[in-house]
């Protein structure tokens, strides 16, 4: 009863006109953004970050609008993937097998659709998941300690590759390069400065926003620039959507594919670094080898394209769990929506449900409302989102690299942020020209004083003796899931790799 009160008043908090408009303009947004191929939630976030806070917006209204967009993008990456066949972001590169094929054979519309509402069965399964999991991890939360702490960072970054990552060591080296950006500025403890080179506005350490906008959406306008120049218009096709409704006996046939691959996703959502890529993925596939008896998958079986939407928005509504009850992000967008919460002043964690509880239960809501909002948009306008398809980079690019620029002049008013974030974004584009994940740089970043500030706490408690960290069941037990998780990829990565290139592979097949 008092989940269902707290939700209650969640929803007094979102369903205030400024909160609704919010959520209403973060789920077309993100729609637009994930309809566009190469953008994804992620870099959809954090261009949209600086818009948050020169708007002024409070705690609240800033996560409404940014999950908004979050859950929008997570939406629009299947638009590109059934109409054009190129996927809009990775989670939807599962849905281009089927979706595509629907769209060949004349059924754009009915496969758009059904995704919409597949993603909002794994959303809405995903949100309930919050609400109900969420405050059970709280409550093992109150049982850590500054080495328990030490030790779910660690898992953090240990199992941030996943099994999906195309290289563990570079995961490694985007992690460590990401710890040592956390270590510039100066050391809390002691008063020193650190990796400052003298200069004095990095005395405060480097700004997460400004980080987060320059790896994501200025390495994005960079690689726009190298390598999509004047191909952002579908190659002169005319895009048919026909029919915008599916059947009753489509929705019925693909209604259980939905429910499973909901429940799927949201566990893989939940495991740190997993992420809706890999939701997506073991959804299609398990699908496949549980229902295609007669082999229609990959041929425009629409229970191919329910499976991969279902998995993939549930498994990013599970990555909100370990964000909001341990402070820990599940995936790359979560990272991004941390680093907002901290530059609010607002620590995820155990205690952000008893100090913060308008800011958690109105998100809730929100989600709830922006699910809704997106179930009801998409349908109708998907004609007006096929039409975002068409616009070019000598257009889109100068708009990002200008909400960017003008975003964080109007947070920091300094020139130096300016020169930071250009400098990140030239680094972000060499390191995405090298495959180095750019996700384990902003969680470096983000957790590392905080890993740091644990450690020195947790051996300066038990009289320098390091083996504080491996004192109590809890700690073991992450320290044992930690190096699981890093070394099971390193076992099965290459198997389960070779599948998902197997997958592109077919995927290139049906867009030629």
């Not at 899931?481 to 599948?499: D, E, N, T, Y």
Request: hydrophobic share 55%; with cysteine; net charge neutral.
């Amino acid at each position: 009863m008092d989940m269902l009160a707290s939700l209650g008043d969640g929803f007094a908090i979102a369903l205030t006109w400024q909160n609704i408009g919010l959520a209403l303009l973060g789920c077309f947004l993100g729609t637009v953004m994930g309809a566009l191929p190469g953008l994804g939630p992620s870099n959809g976030v954090a261009i949209l970050i600086p818009l948050a806070f020169t708007l002024g917006l409070g705690a609240t209204p800033s996560l409404i609008l940014l999950t908004s967009v979050y859950y929008g993008a997570m939406y629009g990456g299947r638009i590109s993937s059934i109409l054009l066949g190129i996927p809009g972001d990775e989670p939807a590169m599962m849905t281009v097998l089927d979706g595509y094929p629907m769209a060949k054979k004349g059924r754009a519309g009915e496969a758009l659709s059904l995704s919409g509402i597949a993603s909002f069965v794994g959303a809405f399964f995903a949100t309930w998941g919050l609400i109900l999991l969420a405050p059970q991890l709280v409550k093992i939360a109150l049982l850590f300690g500054p080495a328990e702490y030490f030790a779910l960072f660690a898992l953090a970054f240990m199992t941030l590759g996943g099994v999906s990552s195309t290289n563990q060591a570079k995961s490694a080296f985007a992690a460590a390069l990401g710890l040592g950006l956390a270590m510039i500025g100066v050391d809390t403890q002691t008063g020193v400065p650190r990796f400052t080179f003298g200069e004095v506005h990095l005395y405060d350490g480097l700004d997460f926003l400004v980080a987060i906008v320059g790896l994501f959406a200025l390495s994005e306008v960079l690689i726009f620039l190298e390598e999509r120049h004047g191909n952002a218009d579908a190659d002169g096709k005319k895009i048919v959507v026909g029919r915008l409704t599916p059947s009753w006996s489509m929705l019925k046939s693909c209604t259980p594919t939905m429910l499973r691959t909901s429940l799927l996703g949201f566990i893989a959502g939940v495991l740190p670094g997993a992420g809706a890529s890999l939701g997506s993925f073991i959804s299609y596939s398990m699908e496949k080898r549980l229902v295609d008896k007669e082999n229609t998958f990959g041929t425009g079986d629409p229970r191919g394209v329910a499976a991969p939407e279902a998995g993939n928005n549930a498994a990013a509504g599970g990555a909100l769990v370990p964000m909001l009850a341990l402070g820990v992000p599940g995936s790359g967008t979560t990272a991004v929506l941390l680093a907002v919460l901290l530059s609010l002043n607002i620590t995820p964690g155990p205690l952000l449900f008893t100090q913060n509880p308008d800011v958690v239960w109105g998100l809730i809501a929100a989600l709830f409302i922006a699910n809704f909002m997106l179930l009801a948009m998409n349908i109708p306008m998907v004609g007006l989102f096929t039409r975002v398809l068409m616009i070019p980079p000598k257009v889109l690019m100068p708009l990002v690299a200008m909400v960017s620029f003008v975003g964080i002049y109007g947070i920091s008013g300094s020139s130096f942020d300016l020169l930071v974030m250009i400098g990140f974004g030239v680094m972000g584009w060499g390191l995405r020209k090298l495959d180095v994940p750019l996700v384990p740089i902003i969680l470096g970043t983000l957790l590392g004083n905080a890993m740091e500030n644990n450690l020195r706490r947790a051996v300066t408690i038990d009289n320098g003796n390091w083996f504080t960290l491996i004192d109590s069941p809890l700690s073991i037990a992450l320290w044992a899931i930690a190096i699981i998780g890093f070394v099971l990829p390193l076992i099965i990565g290459a198997r389960v790799k070779s599948r998902m290139h197997a997958r592109k592979d077919e995927e290139g097949a049906l867009s030629d």
